[in-house]
């Protein structure tokens, strides 16, 4: 028998695998990238299935190449063996053969700060106290927990390590943490996503320990679950307690081969099924089995296990685990490249229906994804997925917010990131570039190396946020605020280092930004300019302005808008006034599909457009070059000419008292206003209960396995009954006693939460029928509402004025009603008082805002003063036979009031070219102060200086305001 033969006998063939430790990095050439060859670095553990074929060479010494899994990527393919790799045996942790044990650890106790990842299990050794040990001949470190292995098993090289562990002598208490500290602490305990947030708000190891709920909501950390999971990591870490494991599973013998662990994020407090203690952190917080559903701390996970047995270990399984999860699931396991996919079909669909809402309803993609999101609503949107068909699962009922919030989660929660972890450090390096153009190509050219599922990903995933910026574009600075934020909701999210370099995740996070922002850029800059050259040689269909165009509605609501369009066919159009109520932005309404496609019209420098560049010389230009032309040049999806326009109906116009139809409008407003704020009560109320019925529901089930446990002891008890000795009878008895209360007492609360689950519902439900009550009353005032603005608006009322008017009637209920008379009344605007104190009288007053004081001049003996544009302006009121006004051949009024009613619906600029306002709101008869007292008035005559007749008045003080006073208007 040769000496090989004798190698492979004392080798235990009983396990399905075998296990190779990287002893060199090595980078295959980039022909053989993404093509089954793997990028090895030292320090990983790489599964090989038995029988292990060799090229040469034997299982405990191979030469040549090996086809293995790498275990922290979950990564297949060929790398090289020989002088590589280092054999380890059944196990990837603790290696069982002789040949691999030949020098143990000599270790000693030392204490922490900066955390530091145990040689054993490879989680991190974190806190105060004693909490590990560190080999005194080669620097690894251990936790104390994992001491015992790493000296019974573990291989020490007797050499000191290049770079020694942040390590200390003496104990380090929390008061002297830095804030850097901090930062490093919460990055092991996977709450790195808040790390910058502590940073930003200085937070020391001295502020942990009075950090609570009300804290955290100041620092903007408003979801539940993850204020429950900081302060529990706080407790933790303050306590600086021994806890004694308290197994909810009893070990048999079983090592971590025998399960099928995957890195996990779990959405709520979970514990460890090994140690009863909680998997710390929001995301990727320890290891769950996917086919019995054990879950563990990683460091527990290198003990004595129970075996995977999925009907054993049921009891312990989540309500949520799922054999076939979609959340939590490698990118290779996502989708197939071979059938023409190029990303998760998760991910396909939720850009997919978000970016459909952008051009349905003209929402902004990149602000979705920058919203807080309630946490309820996207694990109710996670289980309607996994449970049916991802094509088939209806989204209308989830707000777009949610969907985006939902998407998050899925990249967040993938075991490794979308661009691969062991290309971190080379992103990082690439962004710190000066030379940005060389920098994008670098970062572009590294895309193309990451494995071919993260490239397709990624890829897929930049176009569909250069789309939402696409559908947003309305300069460059729009364009950089798009991508600004869509790089910082996105550069952790998208990338992060690996786990044992998860520390540098802090201080890279401006790296992260800049490797996302970048990407970004050269993906929008790469976008082909759609929108046509105009030329005015086309055939014209429609002439004139837009304002006289048949298809132009002023400002119809969405409502009427949809009433019109409805039943119609494809390429039926009008054109509307932008709802941002800017003077020339409008919105091009088109049906395709079934639906209207709002799509706004831009406008600058003279120029209008759909997009960048903007080309059309005007509105009426643009319809007639897409009435001849197909919209696909501005969107694939819209591939429709404008060929059906809707045509306002034209009515002769009738003498309408504008008066009437304004406090009508008013009262409209108010209506709608009262039943929206009744809506939101309800709205609110029903948030309430939701939120209420999810916590029971967590309770419920944490009872519920509570119950379990005490049904399985009570079982084991009274199994074991028998071979209680004599003297241990009556503890036995006690014992069973105790055990029999408690399982009342839990079965009680069960009963108790039921109740109360039963009692929720049906306030829910009876909640959201009066919502739904509501909702025709709020449709049809919205319409009254809208068609009495629009007809105000055909009247020449200013749409501004109206929104600010509602505005003041939402805030001041009948006031504003009661203002709109007050012009006749002249105590409202007539003041006796000086330039000075009337610019005092006025200051931060809306527009439009004016009163009329005496002048000491005979021809002219009165001064209007009036807010305009921010400023304030005088104006001389003339007097002659014929009556008063500001210039000839205007001197008609026969009194004052006549001039300040007929200057109500008439603008300023017919005198003077910079005052476009009209007298909107009299000083004191708006709802800003209360018309004066007789007391007030004679104040404001002692304050103001004495104006002797036939005196001249002394030349008032100048100001920065434009003055006019010097100009007859």
Known sequence: MTEASRKNISIDQSSKFCYYRILHNYTPPDEYLNNGYLVIVEGDIIE????????????????????????????EGYFPSGEYVQYIGNNPVQPTTASTCVRRHLTREIFFVTPVLCSNCQDYIWGTGTVGVTCKDCGQCFHNECASDAVSFANCSKSPPAMQPPIHNQPV??????????????????????????????KKGTDLSNINEAMLKEMKIEDEFHQKSI???????????????????????ASRNDHNFQVYSFSSMQACHLCSDYLWGIIQQGYQCRNCGLCCHRKCSVGSLPKCSPEKLKHLKRASFKL???????????FDISSGAEAPPIVVRFTRELEKRSQDKGIKVADAYRMPVSTAEVNRLKQRICEGNIEDASLDSFDHTCIAGALKKFLRELPNAVIHEDFFLQFVQESKIEDVRQCEKNLSSLVDKLPLHHCKTLKFLLAHFTRCIKSQLGNEDTKKDAIEKLSRVFCQILIRPPWENIIEIVFNAEASYVVISLLLQSYVGSIPQLEPTYKPGDRQLYSGTVEAAEWYWNDISKNELNERMSNTQDGTFLVRNSSDGVKDNYTLAVRKGGSNRLLKIYHRDGKFGLMEPLVFPSVVALINYYVQNSLSHFNQMLDVELHSPVCRPMQPSLPVDVQILRMSYLKAVKEYNEDMKRYEKLQDEHTQITEGLQMRHQAHDAFRETFSIFEENLRIVMKNQRLVPQSEVAMARDNFELLNRRMKSVAEHVIALE????????????????????????QSKVEIRDQLRQQLISCGEVPQKLNYLAELQDQNGNAIME?????????????????????ELLAGKPDGTFLVRPRDEPEWPYGLTIVSSGGIYHCKIGKKETGYGFADPFFIHET????????????????NDRLDVMLDFPAFGTVFEKPPSQIQKLKMMQTAPAIAPGVAPAVPRRTKRANYESHVL
């Open 48 to 75: 090989v299935a038995r029988p292990v074929e060799l090229d040469q060479g034997t299982e405990e010494h191979p030469d040549g190449w090996l086809k293995g899994k790498i275990m922290k990527s979950n990564l």
């Open 173 to 202: 208490p929390l008061s002297q943490w830095s804030i850097s500290n901090v930062a490093e602490w919460m990055a092991v305990v996977n709450l790195h996503r808040y790390a910058h947030i502590f940073m930003k708000h200085g």
């Open 231 to 253: 302060l529990a990591s706080i407790e933790k870490l303050c306590s600086n307690k021994k806890t004694v494991p308290r197994t909810l599973v009893e070990p048999e013998g």
């Open 324 to 334: 076939d999860a979609i959340f939590g699931i490698p990118l290779n396991e996502q």
């Open 755 to 778: 109740a109360e689950i039963k009692q929720l519902i049906s306030q829910s439900k009876i909640k959201f029928k009066e919502m739904n009550d509501i909702k025709p009353e709020l």
């Open 819 to 839: 203002q709109v008379t007050s012009h006749s009344d002249s105590s409202t605007w007539m003041v006796n008082c000086d330039r000075d104190k009337a610019e």
């Open 896 to 911: 004052l009031s006549d001039l300040v009613i007929h200057y109500k619906d008439t603008s300023l600029v017919e005198h």
